[in-house]
């Protein structure tokens, strides 16, 4: 299971060798916005261990491709339908954890 210490480690590994130009020789992506968004993933399933003993549920998600000004409004999804995927798994009565949700369900990735 990965460690919060080796996520850290691999981000800094990526983050040194894009400002070295060597990613993609090492076997890197050439997405650092793809990239930040697989550790964010990995570090809510690390989170969710962690807490589980808490009875805390820990989720993350992707409003989708919204309306907003970062997509300088190209986006089809509303900002409201973007943010229901956040308030589905924030009022469900028994949430699922360690998971990300995309298009309002849980995403297999």
């Given at each position: 299971?990965l ?16 400002k ?45 491709y ?6 300088s ?7 409201k ?6 308030v589905?798994?924030?009022t469900m009565?028994?949430?699922?954890t360690?998971?990300?949700?995309a298009?309002y ?5």
């Open positions: 299971e460690t919060k210490q080796e996520l850290f480690q691999l981000v800094d590994d990526f983050e040194a060798d894009v070295k130009g060597q990613h993609l020789q090492n076997g890197w992506g050439n997405s650092n916005y793809g990239f930040s968004k697989l550790a964010l993933i990995a570090m809510t399933k690390v989170w969710a261990r962690e807490e589980a003993k808490h009875g805390i549920a820990v989720n993350c998600c992707c409003p989708g919204c309306d907003t000004d970062m997509t409004h190209r986006g089809p999804r509303s900002p339908d973007g943010a229901k995927n956040a589905i798994p924030a009565e028994s949430p699922p360690g998971e990300f949700f298009d369900q849980v995403s297999t990735w």
